[in-house]
């Protein structure tokens, strides 16, 4: 038996996809997003960071974290770049 409707899917199958169908794009995932801290900002901080959404754990796994919100509050930064056209 196979498929069914859910609404939880595993971000490694969508990686694994997105790196079959599109592997540019896999790439740029790999690649570091500004994330705004939203209001946690430490001591001697600035207001946001860099993390990719996707990336690779010392044993070779790939791990997710995303929320698209904080990386559009990131954009409110006058030293964070614009999103590019593949980032958007």
Same mark, same amino acid.
């Given at each position: #038996?196979?498929?069914? &409707?859910? *609404?939880? @899917? *595993? *971000?490694? @199958? /969508?990686? +694994?996809? /997105?790196?079959?169908? $599109? %592997?540019? &794009? $896999?790439?740029? &995932?790999? +690649?570091?997003?500004?994330?705004?801290? !939203?209001?946690?900002?430490? #001591?001697? !901080? !600035?207001?946001?960071?860099?993390? %990719? /959404?996707?990336?690779? @754990? %010392?044993?070779? !796994?790939? $791990?997710? /974290?995303?929320?698209?919100?904080?990386? @559009?509050? $990131?954009?409110?930064?006058?030293?964070?770049? %614009?999103?590019?056209? &593949?980032?958007?």
């Amino acid at each position: #038996k196979q498929g069914g &409707l859910s *609404s939880f @899917t *595993s *971000s490694v @199958t /969508i990686y +694994e996809e /997105i790196e079959r169908e $599109a %592997p540019h &794009l $896999a790439r740029v &995932l790999l +690649e570091n997003f500004h994330v705004d801290r !939203k209001g946690e900002v430490p #001591k001697g !901080k !600035k207001g946001y960071y860099e993390m %990719p /959404i996707f990336h690779r @754990t %010392p044993q070779g !796994k790939i $791990a997710c /974290i995303l929320d698209r919100s904080f990386i @559009t509050a $990131a954009q409110r930064w006058d030293d964070v770049p %614009p999103l590019d056209p &593949l980032q958007v």
